[in-house]
């Protein structure tokens, strides 16, 4: 009895719909990638096991490190809004150029009155810019609680949603300056926010 032959079939997989597939993740998360931020000074955030992540939209962050406050606000039609706000509060006409700036820019620290001349720096002298911090004085020159609450403002007339406001402080940073900082959000009755902390292990039981 003749021994009936099996064709043999291919084994091989087409692997372009795989690629496509790749390249099309690598692609998303390209895109979608945000840049870490690099902080004015250099903060080393203190440890804890709570685990909250922090929200991508109407965030306010507050740096704190060596005595000194940075700001920054997420969404650039926020940090466009909340300059025009601080502009007419101050009587200071920032130009288009200055806004379309401000709207791009990670974070600053420097008094209003210089805030003109640091939008019109180039971005490497802007970087390598030493500022000072936003004055803070609880009794006279407050311009940090001036940007938090015009923050607010911005937030709530274009997104209808509360400010989340966040702290970001070094783990040696003294404690008046941060008392300071809590002392500006309680005059204004915000009495909830967050303090930004690096993920550490859970303890063993």
Known sequence: ??????????????????????????????????????????????????VTPLPEENVLLLTVGKGQVFYTVEGTDI???????MGEKYNINFTPLQ???????????????????FLDLDSDKRKAFKQPGIPNDTTANNELGDWIRESR????????????????GDNKEEYPTIKKIIGILQRQKVNKFSLITAVKDAPKK
């Open 153 to 168: 403002k911005a937030v709530a007339s274009l997104h209808n949603k509360p400010l989340r406001i966040s702290i970001k």
């Open 79 to 85: 940090r466009k809004q909340t300059l025009t706000q």
């Open 1 to 50: 009895m003749p021994r009936v032959k099996v064709a043999r079939k291919s084994t091989a997989i087409d692997m372009t719909a795989m690629c496509d597939v790749a390249f099309l993740l690598l692609t998303f998360f390209i895109l979608t990638a945000k840049p870490r931020t690099e902080d004015p000074v250099p903060i080393d955030v203190p440890s804890s096991t709570a």
């Open 99 to 117: 806004k379309q700036v401000f709207s791009s820019l990670p974070v600053f620290g420097v008094p209003i009155r210089q805030l003109p001349a």
